[in-house]
């Protein structure tokens, strides 16, 4: 196969989905490569809504929120003849050029602005011989879904879908969800300590909340830092805030019990280190924490789609939530300081089906007869 992985940069969740599956084609000899979905419009196009969506979980969570929920109540938002769904297929002549340019033959969708793309594409070239999927990446059918016309959709559970909103539910198949393979893997929780320069004894919260460092991060560090009993320390990952990087450094400079970072390719090593997560919902790190069987407190920080999330893995028994600040902070330390409640969430988590989702979805789409490449 030569795949084209149309990703999104609204948020490093897609991103970090296209990666999963690219290193699986790579490690089967494929060619496989991701790129900016939103470019193919413009690259201007792709900055102001990259821009605004980082704006709104970070400033303004209640505004996503609120359009979440509207369109969830109001679907077809994203049908044809609207002008989102204009705006979006606006990019398919470029895509088009492309594709043909570099003779793909399978595009994957890791969002539903991709996905909505391709269906406009194979819509306008009816001639365009490619295989195309969607794979969703939350634990729910997103609004917008109901739009799309790919060959195959992949779910990471068949459970939680609403088989209503998807065009055609036979095609559907449950995947899992795509994750590194680093995720799949384990280093000893000593060994990855002195690996990071920490304290190889006492118990460790990792707190993150997204690429982003949105939610009330400032507010749950300024309560733990209090609450933190001894033996206990607190890493805090700020993503791409380097605003809020700066703070967390200026408030908890000279605290050995507290490491601030900003943006890091070492999540599966802070997660191997790490007794408990505390973090929002997002779709593909929760299930990173999940490959790992990494008990999880998790913040409703946007709502929205990971208000699905979050209710799949507290349902499990991986993960806990509380509804305030100060009862997150509680519920962290008093987790810490009971290695057999977060043994008995570790073990829940373990019985979550371990699916390799990138390998069955290359194995679905190597298995689909008819490859053709270009247009005929």
């Known amino acids: 196969m030569n795949a084209l992985i149309l ?92 594709i043909i340019q570099n003779h793909i033959d399978t595009v994957i969708c890791p969002h539903v602005f991709s996905a909505i793309m391709v269906t406009e594409l194979r819509e306008k070239y009816p001639s365009l011989k490619i295989k195309s999927c969607f794979i969703a990446t939350d634990y729910t059918c997103s609004p917008g879904t109901e739009s799309i016309n790919t060959d195959l959709f992949f779910v990471p559970d068949k459970r939680v879908v609403d088989n209503d909103l998807l065009v055609s539910p036979e095609r559907v198949l449950d995947s899992g969800m795509p994750v590194r393979a680093c995720f799949y893997e384990r280093t000893d929780k000593k060994q990855a300590r002195q690996q990071l320069g920490y304290d ?20 749950l560090a300024t309560l733990l830092a209090h609450r933190l009993r001894e033996g206990q320390t607190l890493t805090i990952v700020c993503g791409t805030n380097k605003k809020l990087f700066r703070w967390m450094n200026k408030n908890f400079h000279g605290r050995r019990d507290i490491h601030v970072i900003e943006y890091t390719n070492d999540i599966s090593l802070l997660m191997d280190s790490a007794d408990l997560y505390l973090t929002k919902p997002g779709g593909l790190s929760t299930s990173e924490a999940a490959a790992k069987g990494l008990p999880m407190v998790l913040v409703n920080a946007v709502s929205g789609c990971e208000e699905y999330n979050l209710r799949y893995f507290v349902q499990t028994g991986l993960a806990q939530t509380a509804a305030e600040p100060e009862e997150l902070a ?47």
């Open 330 to 376: 509680d519920l962290c330390v008093r987790l810490l300081s009971d290695p057999a409640r977060l043994e008995a969430m570790g073990a829940a988590g373990r019985q979550i089906p371990r699916k390799n989702a990138s390998e069955r979805i290359y194995a679905a789409l190597s298995g689909m007869d008819g490859e053709k490449e270009g247009i005929e």
């Open 7 to 98: 990703s999104c940069n609204t948020g490093e969740g897609h991103n970090s989905c296209a990666r999963a599956i690219k290193e699986c084609f790579e490690r089967h000899g494929d060619s496989c490569r991701i790129e900016d979905a939103l470019g193919f419009i413009s690259k201007g196009a792709s900055r102001f809504v990259s821009r605004w969506h980082v704006r709104m979980y970070r400033y303004m969570p209640w505004l996503f929120r609120l359009g979440y929920r509207f369109s969830e109540n109001h679907p077809g938002g994203l049908n044809d003849g609207t002008l989102p769904y204009r705006f979006i297929g606006e990019g398919t002549e470029a895509l088009c050029r492309y």
């Open 200 to 219: 190889s004894e006492g118990s460790h919260l990792l707190m993150m909340c997204g690429s982003m460092g949105c939610g009330p991060m400032k507010e």
